[in-house]
């Protein structure tokens, strides 16, 4: 069975699923269908689904994102905001390459960017700011495939520049 949380638990294999097919603009009789035609089950809190098919699912509608953004039917701000790594790559690599950070990471540091960016000047809430500050945390310009550790230490960054920013206000100069 894929995993199931309820709403403010993180982050479930079925909650990523609801993700990617709404960002492919996939209804739900039309994700029942693909499901269906993927692994057998109609909907994605059945007990029979595996890893495997997990697995499976998400390399496919990775693919359909990949059409889409070649197409250009979406761009990567909009996968961006999505919370997708618009590289599209995560799922047919095996998800969490050797040494790499994994989902919960990844959804870490997204939520603490996304969160300072309230506390940053307009002008720095932009990748180039965001991949600036990876390089001072880590000395590697690498928020989209951090390895483990960096992760952990960009994650730690992330969260010390929130904390100045609370205690400050929005005033504070934060470059």
Not at 4 to 24: E, L, M, N, T
Not at 73 to 101: H, V
Not at 111 to 119: D, K, P, S, V
Request: overall charge positive; aromatic content about 10%; proline content about 2%.
């Amino acid at each position: 069975m894929w995993s199931y949380k309820r709403k403010g638990q993180g982050s479930s294999q079925v909650a990523i699923y609801h993700k990617y097919a709404r960002a492919c603009g996939i209804g739900e009789d039309e994700r029942r269908r693909f499901l269906w035609q993927a692994t057998g089950c109609r909907s994605s809190k059945d007990r029979r689904l595996t890893q495997q098919d997990f697995d499976l699912v998400m390399i496919l509608l990775e693919r359909r994102l990949a059409r889409m953004l070649a197409e250009g039917r979406i761009d990567e701000g909009y996968l961006r905001g999505q919370r997708i790594n618009p590289g599209l790559d995560y799922w047919r690599q095996g998800r969490n390459p050797a040494g790499g950070a994994n989902t919960r990471q990844r959804k870490a540091m997204w939520e603490a960017w996304t969160e300072l960016q309230a506390y940053l000047p307009e002008a720095d809430r932009t990748e180039a700011w965001l991949l600036g500050f990876c390089a001072q945390c880590t000395g590697q310009s690498d928020f989209w495939t951090a390895t483990l550790g960096n992760a952990a230490r960009i994650l730690d960054g992330l969260r010390l520049r929130i904390k100045q920013g609370r205690r400050h206000g929005e005033d504070a100069p934060m470059g």
